[in-house]
Every structure is written in C-alpha cells, then in structure tokens.
C-alpha cells in the first residue's frame, strides 16, 4: 500500500481525479445538504467548491476549468435524475457556467504577485466565488419565472444567492483561516506535484 502512494506521488492524472471525485462526493452528501435558500433552489455542500478549486490552484487554469465544467454537468444530470433540481435551461445553465467559472481560481494563481510569490488559494478561492456569486445573480434575476420588475428580480437573485452561495463561502473562509487546514492543503500540494524521494519520511 505504501509502494502504491509512493509511486502516485506527483501523478498529475491521479491526484486531479481523485480531488475530482472527492469534490463530488462532497457535493452529493445529503447530511451536509441541509441549507435551502427562501425560494428552495440551491444548497450549502460540503465545500464542494473549495474542494473544485484546489485542482486548478494546483495544476492551472487549464484543469480549472475543465474539472469546473466537467463537475457542473455531471451534478445537474444527477440532480435531474435524483429529483433535486428541475430540468429547465436556466438550472443546466447555472450548473455549467457557474462551475466553470471556479477556474478562475487556476487562472489567478499562475499569475504571480509583484514579488513573484504564488497569490495564495484564500485569495484566489474568494475571486473565484465572488464571479460565480455574481453569476448566479444574473442568473436567478434575469431567468426567474414570474418576474416583476428588475430591481425585484435583481434582489430575489441575490436573497436566493446568499442563501447558499453565501453561506459556504464564509464556511469555507472559517476553513481557510484555521492553521491546521493550511497545512493539510499544503501538504496536499505538494505530494499532488512532487515525485517521491528517499529524503521524504512521508508517501
């Protein structure tokens, strides 16, 4: 078991699927799905989205979005097929762009700061979740069903938006800033992107 980990060390393949998959399951644990918004569209995850966004931080813009589009489409289908969202175009829509956009988080990270340093992944996570916030508004005012007037529409998105979308990002910031979880992600990072050497004491 030990040779096995060892030899998947740096396996950019491996470990992007696996983040992948463990995003996933974040996302479908019903437990951790208890949160509805006012207007029963939308749930606070597991921080399925923190998760999604660690594989672009890792591995770039490139795997960022694609695991972000990847990630939208396979959670709509199941969604539609379990019974949790309701098949219409603006929900497939949310799912695909608002996924997607959690690339950014890649997309920022490989844009070093003045210094040269890396931007760090609470920085990068917040831009990411601020655009898909921003999107899902969009979404939810301009696609509602029984519209009344734009600055009503705009509202119903945001009350809708900050009643999941909000809610797990400031689960996710609490996360973020516990010292514990920053060295568990850097430690993450590195046997994600570094091959196994005998200096190691560690898979």
């Given at each position: 078991m030990d040779k096995f980990w060892k030899k998947r060390r740096g396996n950019r393949l491996f470990w992007g699927m696996l983040l992948f998959v463990v995003?996933?399951?974040?996302?479908?644990l019903q437990p951790?799905?208890?949160?509805e918004t006012p207007y029963k569209v939308g749930e606070v995850t597991m921080f399925s989205m923190l998760i999604l966004c660690l594989i672009g931080y890792i591995y770039g813009?490139?795997?960022g979005f694609l695991s972000g589009f990847l990630f939208g489409g396979i959670t709509y289908i199941a969604d539609v097929l379990l019974g949790f969202s309701p098949f219409r175009f603006s929900e497939g829509l949310d799912y695909l762009l608002?996924?997607?956009v959690m690339g950014v988080c890649g997309l920022l990270a490989v844009i070093p700061r003045k210094d040269g340093t890396k931007r760090s992944l609470l920085f990068c996570y917040s831009c990411a979740a601020a655009l898909r916030f921003a999107e899902s508004v969009w979404i939810w005012s301009w696609f509602r069903e029984d519209p009344v007037s734009p600055l009503n529409d705009l509202w119903y998105g945001?009350?809708?938006c900050i009643g999941y979308l909000g809610i797990e990002y400031l689960l996710?910031?609490?996360l973020l800033l516990l010292p514990p979880t920053r060295e568990v992600l850097s430690y993450i990072?590195?046997?994600a992107t570094e091959k196994y050497t005998e200096t190691?004491?560690?898979f």
């Open positions: 995003a996933l399951l974040a996302y479908f951790i799905r208890m949160f813009p490139l795997w608002g996924y997607t945001v009350i809708n996710s910031l609490f990072q590195r046997i190691y004491d560690f």
